[in-house]
C-alpha cells in the first residue's frame, strides 16, 4: 500500500498531518489518518452520488473516527514521513551524482570540440599555405613556359622562312629541269652516216647501208657536234 502524508491547515493554532494511503489508485478507495499531535483519527473514502439541479456529480465523503491506539498511529505517519524523506534523499543523490556525471560529460565534450576548432583552424592554414606554395609553383612554371615560347617564336619564324626560301629554290630547280627536258639543247646536230665515217677514213662494217642508217630509229640519236679536227686532217 502506497502513501504519503502532508500538513494541512485548519485552523490558525493547531497543524494537522494527513496520512492518505491508497492499495491501487485512488479511484479504487483510499483510507485517511489524521492527527494533530495528540490525538489521532482514521477513515475510509466512500462515494456517493448526489443530484443537485438534475446535475448528477460525484462528491466524497469521509467519516472519521477516533483511533484507537492515537500513539502507533503517529509513530507509523512518522516511520513513513520518515521513510519517504529517505527516498527522496536518494533519490535525489542519484540525481546529483547524473548531473555531476552529465557535467563531467559536458566539459569533456567542450574540450574535445575546443581542440578539434584548434585542429581545424591548424589544418586549414597547413592546406592555405599549400594551396599558395603550389599556386606560386603553377605561376612560376606558368611564366617559365611564357617565356620559353616567346624565345622560341622567332627560331620558328626563321625556320619558316629558310624552309619556305629552300623550297622556292627546289620548285624553281624542279622548274629549269622540266623546261631543259621539254627543250633539249639548240646546238648543230651530225647526222653520222656511213659514207660519212668513210670519207673521214673510218672502216665501216659494210652489211649496214646507208639506207639502214637512215631508219628512223637511227634518225633519232642526236650526237653533239662531232666535227674534226683540221690539224689532224692535215
Known amino acids: 500500500m502506497s502513501g ?5 491547515s485548519v485552523g490558525a493554532a493547531t497543524p494537522y498531518f494527513l496520512r492518505v494511503d491508497w492499495a491501487v489508485d485512488l479511484g479504487a478507495g483510499f483510507t485517511l489518518a489524521l492527527t494533530d499531535g495528540h490525538s489521532a483519527w482514521i477513515g475510509e473514502v466512500s462515494e456517493d452520488e448526489k443530484i443537485c ?3 448528477s456529480v460525484h462528491l466524497g465523503s469521509v467519516e472519521l473516527q477516533p483511533a484507537p491506539d492515537p500513539l502507533e498511529l ?12 529517505t527516498d527522496l534523499e536518494s533519490k535525489n543523490c542519484q540525481l546529483l551524482e547524473e548531473n555531476r556525471r552529465l557535467k563531467q560529460e559536458h ?8 581542440q578539434q576548432v584548434e585542429d581545424k583552424d591548424m589544418l586549414e592554414g597547413k592546406m592555405y599555405s599549400r594551396f599558395v606554395m603550389v ?7 606558368i611564366r617559365g613556359l611564357q617565356e620559353a615560347v616567346r624565345h622560341l617564336q622567332p627560331t620558328e619564324d626563321q625556320q619558316a622562312d629558310g624552309e619556305g626560301t629552300q623550297s622556292d629554290n627546289e620548285s624553281k630547280d624542279r ?3 622540266t623546261v631543259q627536258r621539254i627543250h633539249p639543247s639548240q646546238e648543230q646536230t651530225i647526222l653520222i652516216t656511213g659514207c660519212n665515217l668513210v670519207s673521214q677514213g673510218m672502216s665501216v662494217d659494210q652489211t649496214f647501208s646507208d639506207e639502214e642508217d637512215e631508219q628512223p630509229w637511227r634518225k633519232r640519236r642526236l650526237l653533239h657536234t662531232l666535227s674534226p679536227e683540221p690539224s689532224e686532217q692535215e
Open 4 to 8: 504519503i502524508v502532508q500538513q494541512i
Open 107 to 114: 566539459q569533456r565534450i567542450l574540450r574535445e570540440l575546443g
Open 175 to 177: 622548274k629549269e629541269e
Open 74 to 85: 503517529k509513530q507509523e505517519m512518522i516511520g513513513q514521513s520518515l521513510k519517504y524523506s
Open 53 to 55: 439541479n438534475d446535475i
Open 135 to 141: 599556386l606560386n609553383e603553377k605561376k612560376a612554371k
